[in-house]
């Protein structure tokens, strides 16, 4: 099986725009995470999309936001981007269902530059 | 909600010494317990796993990890390091189910000096 692909690898953007991510989970993998890691606060939970609902969210701003699309791809959205939003965007996949275990599968990550 | 300790930021050890990364949680439930390893410029990769049973797992590159239920902790070592065992080392911990997102403790690095 191939494994969990994010778009693109590297990014640069200027504070103010917006920077939208990809993220084409596991075939069969219902379940997509993103994370935010940073050398200062480490790896930071932003949400959960499961069968196109947000399922779970982590604290942070309304700048940020996701959906997922019937065949289980998602993106994230950044809105009005500041040097603080530099980062690895993390994206994770995994079955996702009831009675399952949450073992989650990385994608490689995007790296996001703002200056 | 459960929370993970990572009790130590880096660990530098020598190539073919021993070494234990110690990961601590707290949780009102029961729990599944998870090792990630991520490599520079790389995602995180799952090492290992606690679901149930035999309290000791092991993994295909030599790393093995004991859930201490008494303790809550879930340590990870490895009798003799590698160069290539350089690399980020995260401890998870889930409730069982899922739903439920992991919760990730801070990371540690660990830094094989040849």
């Known amino acids: 099986k191939a494994g969990v692909t994010q778009t693109p690898r590297y990014l640069i953007k200027t504070r103010g725009q917006q920077v939208t991510l990809s993220c084409s989970p596991i075939s069969g993998h219902r379940s997509v995470s993103w994370y935010q890691q940073t050398p200062g606060q480490g790896l930071q939970f932003l949400f959960e999309?499961?069968?196109?609902?947000?399922?779970n969210k982590g604290n942070f701003p309304g700048r940020f936001s996701g959906r997922q699309f019937s065949n289980s791809r998602s993106e994230m959205n950044v809105s009005t981007l500041e040097l603080g939003d530099s980062a690895l965007y993390l994206c994770?996949?995994?079955?996702?269902?009831?009675?399952?275990?949450?073992?989650?599968?990385f994608g490689p990550g995007t790296r996001l530059t703002v200056t | 909600a459960q929370s993970v300790t990572q009790l130590d930021s880096q660990v530098p050890v020598f190539e073919e010494a021993p070494v234990e990364l110690r990961c601590n949680y707290s949780s009102s439930v029961s729990v599944y317990l998870f090792w990630y390893v991520q490599y520079p410029n790389q995602g995180l990769q799952l090492l290992l796993k606690y679901l149930s049973g035999s309290t000791l797992v092991e993994s295909i590159n030599g790393f093995e990890a004991e859930f201490n239920k008494s303790q809550t902790s879930f340590h990870l070592r490895k009798p003799s390091v590698h160069i290539s065992d350089t690399a980020e080392y995260f401890c998870a911990v889930s409730p069982p189910g899922g739903s439920y997102i992991p919760t990730f403790g801070r990371g540690t690095s660990l830094i094989v000096h040849p």
């Open positions: 999309y499961f069968s196109e609902t947000q399922r």
């Open positions: 994770a996949s995994s079955l996702g269902a009831s009675g399952t275990t949450y073992e989650q599968y």
